[in-house]
């Protein structure tokens, strides 16, 4: 049985779409491999800053609630 023959949306190159090729069905093996462009780490939050961000959230969430549910009168 032979395969599917594909281009790829990036480069134009055919190439055969096989079961479980990794990446994204219209772009060939070399296209899909992932971008290491983008940092995959993000720097971790002390006690202070989640404290912080957690008071920040609750304070949105009560002028939230305030907004939606006061009363007119």
């Given at each position: ?43 971790s ?7 912080n961000?957690?008071e920040?959230n609750?304070?949105r ?12 009168s």
């Open positions: 049985m032979a395969f599917p023959i594909k281009i790829c949306a990036v480069c134009s190159e055919e190439f055969e779409l096989k079961p479980d090729k990794p990446g994204f069905a219209n772009r060939c093996p070399q296209c899909s491999t992932p971008e290491a462009t983008a940092p995959t780490t993000q720097r939050m002390d006690a202070d800053e989640r404290k961000a957690s920040a609750e304070a969430r009560q002028a939230m609630r305030e907004l939606l549910y006061r009363k007119d």
